[in-house]
């Protein structure tokens, strides 16, 4: 997805005396922040109200969403919103300009998320996903650091290449070193924005179709670089596949992880994404029985669960809990990050019942949630409990943060970073 800088698509403009927002200081409490979030109004009738992520969710889901309408400071046109937020916080937020508050029932709130926008002020973006404009990113003084995330001068860079397996899109990471990086760089590129400030995106990870077996030499066994590389399976690929080569890059380079392949299935679309990330058996017969064995025979990636890593967020985060349940033999590690645990409907916490009663399997875990993630953290940590009972080797964690890529970026590094420390 392109990343689009400050004020692109914006009708907003940053304060006239130039200063980045949010505004943010010291509160009264210890350890809390005050944040105040700007807006220049473009007629006497417009209002804006602030989204920030999980937080304006969760009052939405209460029928009330006054306490984020911005005001109008006396005497001008700039509009104006203080929280007093916890220090730690890490959230991406939009702003809706609007002559009227929308209401909060699903369709108006559908279009909500299709029209707001970025603040102009703030020249930090998260990208937009599915159609959506870009987020703004908002770090308060105390959020735990994301030491990988960004793209580093100096830092040795992979590739992503772009193939079909069975016909569904696929996304492949190959790290420095591995013959497909060292290749000529193809003409097309995975989306992103070169010298952008934007934090999650890998604007220069190059994406080159894959060729046909009988056309490359040399690696192992014929397929592409040396290996076997352990292989990080992380779903909703379409979303990640322009943003995973920097934190892969620099784990790499600090020796957090061994040389690793990044498999990145694409999600297809909403209905299928929705239909193959409820616990599906299909879409994980594909990942193991399609996917792997291609990888391994194109991409040099190795066999061995112990070294199989199936990472994903919210409905992915529970797939790959269910990838690994169902075939354990191809995934001997998870990586889920506010996973959908909660489902379903008619079944609440089907999956967390399924490995209470099953025998302990071959798996390690790493889970983690948001502490604002109000409608799953419960389940969260009934997981995590479940699994640590079962006498699993799992580690959760908690962040100050909701249901949001601005945190799951981060997460992601520790987590593959903690999972490959075992593999020693």
């Known amino acids: 997805m392109p990343l689009q800088p400050p004020g692109h698509g914006s009708p907003g403009v940053p304060p006239r005396d130039g200063r980045t927002t949010p505004l943010v200081e010291p509160a009264r409490t210890p350890g809390r922040y005050r944040v105040t979030f700007l807006w220049r109004a473009r007629s006497e009738d417009e209002r804006a109200v602030v989204l920030i992520n999980t937080l304006t969710d969760r009052d939405r889901h209460a029928g009330d969403i006054g306490a984020h309408v911005m005001t109008r400071e006396p005497g001008g046109d700039v509009l104006s919103l203080t929280y007093e937020l916890e220090g730690d916080l890490r959230a991406s937020y939009q702003i809706l300009p609007c002559e009227q508050v929308p209401g909060t029932d699903r369709d108006s709130w559908l279009r909500v998320m299709t029209t707001a ?9 998260v990208p937009g996903s599915h159609g959506r404009n870009p987020s703004s990113l908002l770090e308060l003084p105390e959020a735990p650091a994301q030491p990988y995330r960004d793209r580093r001068p100096g830092v040795p860079g992979g590739r992503v290449h772009e193939s079909a397996v069975a016909g569904r899109r696929v996304w492949v990471y190959t790290p420095p070193g591995h013959e497909a990086s060292a290749a000529e760089t193809s003409e097309r590129e995975v989306p992103g924005t070169p010298g952008s400030s934007a934090v999650p995106v890998a604007p220069v ?19 592409r670089g040396g290996g076997p590389y352990p292989v990080l399976v992380l779903l909703d690929g379409d979303v990640w596949a322009g943003r995973i080569a920097p934190t892969m890059d ?24 929705l239909r193959e990330m409820a616990c599906h058996e299909p879409f994980v017969r594909h990942l193991a029985d399609d996917l792997l064995p291609w990888a391994q025979r194109e991409w040099g990636v190795t066999g061995d669960p112990g070294l199989t890593v199936v990472a994903g967020q919210s ?9 690994a349940f169902t075939a354990p033999e191809r995934f001997g590690n998870v990586l889920s990050q506010s996973g959908s645990y909660w489902w379903s409907d008619d079944d609440p916490e089907w999956l967390t019942r399924r490995y209470e009663r099953a025998p302990r399997l071959p798996v390690r ?3 983690e949630a948001g502490r604002l993630e109000w409608m799953l953290l419960a389940e969260n940590r009934r997981f995590a409990a479940v699994l640590a009972a079962k006498g699993y080797e799992v580690t959760f964690t908690e962040y100050n943060g909701g249901h949001d890529p601005a945190c799951w970026l981060g997460g992601l590094a ?9 593999w020693s």
């Open 117 to 125: 926008l970025p603040d102009p002020g703030n020249p930090v973006l």
């Open 205 to 223: 990870a190059p994406v080159a179709p894959a060729a046909p077996a009988a056309e490359r030499g040399g690696g192992v066994a014929g397929h």
């Open 250 to 273: 620099n784990l790499i380079a600090e020796g957090r992880i061994p040389p690793t392949v990044v498999l990145l299935p694409d999600a297809v679309d909403r209905p299928t994404r």
């Open 315 to 323: 409905f992915g985060g529970l797939t790959a809990s269910y990838a």
């Open 365 to 367: 875990f790493h889970v």
């Open 414 to 422: 520790s987590g593959l970073s903690g999972l490959a420390a075992g």
